[in-house]
T-cell receptor, first 116, second 109 residues
């Protein structure tokens, strides 16, 4: 169990460019989540996957955002045509879910995005 | 939009004192999870409490849950300077967690 891994940890990009973040969940965790957090705020839910299926997307996830988890393992979050308002920390999390009332959700260290 | 609210937003105490922070949520939940976040870092899981539980302990941490009031509290006893961080509660229903704005705790040595 090496924890949730996110790359890159920091990304500075020019407005209008595309960026992609990668998340490697804890091995065998079937659920994977993406959150966004701005300074002084709590994490805001973006989307989550159960295996390779994207089960829920927040209204915060505009058309410029797309997330994939093609083989049910790692996931990518792509932001197209970045805007300054996209500057935030993007957090990935994972959990092992079966039947029942939910299990511990583990977070990674986050990927910081600065759009200049 | 955030589902929950933490109270107080900021708390400053002396080392050795107890710290209590509260969390309220809006809809029914299956579980509630507390996390700590140091500046610029990810969230570190502290405790998960399920909707059919009323209290859980882990070391110096005590969490209570009152589903009738849709609220939870986190008590840190005998605080240390290393406890300085932001604390968030995430309320879970359909699988994801919804967070409030957190409580920033400063423990002065």
């Amino acid at each position: 169990d090496t924890g949730v891994s996110q790359n890159p940890r920091h990304k500075i990009t020019k407005r209008g460019q595309n960026v992609t973040f990668r998340c490697d969940p804890i091995s065998e965790h079937n659920r994977l989540y993406w959150y966004r957090q701005t300074l002084g705020q709590g994490p805001e839910f973006l989307t989550y996957f159960q295996n390779e299926a994207q089960l829920e997307k927040s209204r915060l996830l505009s058309d410029r955002f797309s997330a994939e988890r093609p083989k049910g393992s790692f996931s990518t979050l792509e932001i197209q045509r970045t805007e300054q308002g996209d500057s935030a920390m993007y957090l990935c999390a994972s959990s092992l879910e079966g039947q029942g009332s939910g299990n511990t959700i583990y977070f990674g260290e986050g990927s910081w995005l600065t759009v200049v | 939009s955030q589902q929950g609210e933490e109270d107080p937003q900021a708390l400053s105490i002396q080392e050795g004192e107890n710290a209590t922070m509260n969390c309220s949520y809006k809809t029914s939940i299956n579980n509630l999870q507390w996390y700590r976040q140091n500046s610029g870092r990810g969230l570190v899981h502290l405790i998960l409490i399920r909707s059919n539980e009323r209290e859980k302990h882990s070391g110096r941490l005590r969490v209570t849950l009152d589903t009738s009031k849709k609220s939870s509290s986190l008590l840190i006893t005998a605080s240390r300077a290393a406890d300085t961080a932001s604390y968030f509660c995430g309320s879970g229903n359909t699988g994801k967690l919804i967070f409030g704005q957190g409580t920033t705790l400063q423990v002065k040595p």
